[in-house]
């Protein structure tokens, strides 16, 4: 199975649960305390419209210690236990999602860091450590196309991009 198929294909499009979407906000506002960033992966499948999440797998359960920086940090033992989780459970990374104090743009470090550093591959920015109610207009989508460069997807676009479903959620 080829688990960087999800990053490099063309649709941009992701589709997740609400129910998924309010648990990952939840987290993320729980581990960031409102103080710090946080983050996870987003997990799932693709099809040829869309990439579909399943799941959320957070990075502090890939490093305990990646969230004790002023931002997320994660070495490369992460990505390998990263890897193994999708393998194991026959998904793929769809994007990546992670919180900002303020607002849902990129930072140096983001723009020249991807988490995932593959042509296709999309980053979501949730603003002020995702307090409040977050919807997904709020977001910041970002599009890895190779080099350190992105397309950056804002308001209505990520409203377009991001699609919250009434689907249930795998157990």
């Known amino acids: 199975m080829n688990f960087f198929r999800a990053a ?18 939840a987290h993320l506002r729980q581990q960031g305390g409102g103080v710090r960033e946080s983050g996870a992966f987003l997990l799932g499948h693709k ?13 502090e359960q890939l490093q305990a210690d990646a969230l004790q920086g002023d931002y997320v940090q994660l070495e490369a033992a ?14 793929s990374v769809v994007a990546d999602v992670h919180t900002h104090p303020a607002g849902p743009g990129q930072s140096r470090s983001d723009r020249t860091n991807p988490m995932v550093a593959l042509r ?8 002020r450590f995702a307090t409040g109610n977050p919807r997904p207009r709020d977001l910041g989508l970002y599009v890895y196309e190779g080099n350190h460069r992105w397309v950056s997807y804002s308001r209505s676009d990520v409203e377009r991009l991001l699609r919250l479903t009434d689907a249930g959620v795998p157990k």
């Not at 099809?47 to 990075?59: E, H, Q, S, W």
């Not at 296709?120 to 603003?127: D, E, M, R, T």
């Open 47 to 59: 099809t040829d419209a869309c990439r579909v999440v399943t799941r959320f797998l957070p990075y």
């Open 8 to 25: 490099t294909m063309s649709a941009h499009r992701l589709e997740l649960p609400a129910t998924l979407w309010t648990d990952l906000l």
């Open 78 to 91: 992460s990505f390998a236990k990263l890897w193994e989780v999708c393998r194991a459970e026959g998904l």
């Open 120 to 127: 296709g591959h999309i980053a979501l920015i949730v603003p």
